[in-house]
Each structure stands twice: as structure tokens, then as C-alpha cells.
């Protein structure tokens, strides 16, 4: 077990809706990841947030938004879902603001998003 | 930015047999290369890591090398057990960026 919690497991949903990812980090890391996984793309960084603050981005779409809560806790919101939004969604929590051999990722199980 | 090939895409060998792994990165600022080990149903858990100011680290079965000069990091697993079967990842992370992952390796070991 990684210590980190993602929440749903999995999520069916129709195109045009929007969703709610939640992933709580390990306990005492400061940044959040979060990466999407399809078959096509591989793992594909999205976007990290340090102690609250946005840090880096990467190929995040308009229609996707995240944040990091004073809890550390973090969402990422997708909305105007289309078909080819249907991947895993993972998060992922280091320890500081860059993973090094300190401060490894450590993913969660994921988030399995289905859009019908 | 940051590219990380990674090769073979699968790989099959018989138990007790080694495994190599290999991956290439463009950027030369990347100063940390973890290797991610993911099976079905579950999130990528790292299996070791190396910094880009050593050249090899070893831990039990699992070994990475790294050359600098020719940018590329590999893999090697010994032994190796049918429950070394999953997906492999590598990945390369440079100080400003973002950490980059290969596309990956599908590990079968057959007992």
C-alpha cells in the first residue's frame, strides 16, 4: 500500500458531464500529481501542486482543472466530458516539491473514468 | 522538452532467466531516473531509482545502470520469477521540469 487514497475507484458517465476526482496524499507529503494513463498515451503528466500551490504543468486540457486544499488533499476536475477522456487517472504524492531519491512519487491505485 | 524511449515494448523470458530493460532521454539536465513496476489493477510502484551522479545501484535482484555521456539508464532484473511479471516503467526528471515517463514494458516470465 502506497499510502495514497484515490476516490471513486471507477466512474461511468455520459459525454458532456463533468466529474470529480479526489486523491489524499500520503501522510506528510506536500505535492500532488496527477497523471492520465491510456493505452495510446502511456503515463501522461498533467499537473502537480506543492503545500497548496500550483508547481508544474503539463498537457492539462482547458476543460481540466485541479487543486490542492489546506488538508493537502487535491481534486481534479474534468467537465465537458468527451469519449476520449475515458483513461485512468492517477495521482500521485512526493514528500517535496520535485521527486528525487528523497522525495519519490508514490501512486495511488488510480481512478477509472468511462465516458459513454 | 523531456523524451524517454524505452525498450523492448515486451519481453518474455523463462524463470531463473535475467531481464534487461532499456531507455534512452533527450534532456541532459535530467538528474533523476526512477524505474516504476505496475500490475494489473494497481498504481505504478517505484522499484528503485538512480541519480545522475551514480553510475549503477543495485538492490538484491533489481539493478540500474546509467551512462550520462550516451544518455540512457536500464534495467536488469536476475532470476527473475513469475511474480516479476507486470508492466515496467521508466522515467527521467529534470529540476525544472516535469518527471517523464517511457511507454513502457510488458515483463511475462513463464515458470
Known amino acids: 500500500d502506497s499510502g495514497v487514497t484515490q476516490t471513486p475507484k471507477h466512474l461511468i458517465t455520459a459525454t458532456g458531464q463533468r466529474v470529480t476526482l479526489r486523491c489524499s496524499p500520503r501522510s506528510g507529503d506536500l505535492s500532488v500529481y496527477w497523471y492520465q494513463q491510456s493505452l495510446d498515451q502511456g503515463l501522461q503528466f498533467l499537473i502537480q501542486y506543492y503545500n497548496g500551490e500550483e508547481r508544474a504543468k503539463g498537457n492539462i486540457l482547458e476543460r481540466f482543472s485541479a487543486q490542492q486544499f489546506p488538508d493537502l488533499h487535491s481534486e481534479l476536475n474534468l467537465s465537458s466530458l468527451e469519449l476520449g477522456d475515458s483513461a485512468l487517472y492517477f495521482c500521485?504524492?512526493?514528500?517535496?516539491?520535485?521527486?528525487?531519491?528523497?522525495?519519490?512519487?508514490?501512486f495511488g491505485n488510480g481512478t477509472r473514468l468511462t465516458v459513454t | 522538452g523531456e523524451n524517454v524511449e524505452q525498450h523492448p515494448s515486451t519481453l518474455s523470458v523463462q524463470e531463473g532467466d535475467s531481464a534487461v530493460i532499456k531507455c534512452t532521454y533527450s534532456?541532459?539536465?535530467?538528474?533523476?531516473f526512477p524505474w516504476y513496476k505496475q500490475e494489473l489493477g494497481k498504481g505504478p510502484q517505484l522499484i528503485i531509482d538512480i541519480r545522475s551522479n551514480v553510475g549503477e545501484k543495485k538492490d538484491q535482484r533489481i539493478a540500474v545502470t546509467l551512462n550520462k555521456t550516451a544518455k540512457h539508464f536500464s534495467l536488469h532484473i536476475t532470476e527473475t520469477q513469475p511474480e516479476d511479471s507486470a508492466v515496467y516503467f521508466c522515467?527521467?526528471?529534470?529540476?525544472?521540469?516535469?518527471?517523464?515517463f517511457g511507454q513502457g514494458t510488458i515483463l511475462t516470465v513463464h515458470p
Open positions: 522515467a527521467a526528471f529534470t529540476s525544472y521540469g516535469k518527471l517523464t
Open positions: 500521485a504524492s512526493s514528500a517535496w516539491g520535485g521527486p528525487s531519491s528523497n522525495s519519490p512519487l508514490h
Open positions: 534532456d541532459s539536465a535530467s538528474n533523476y
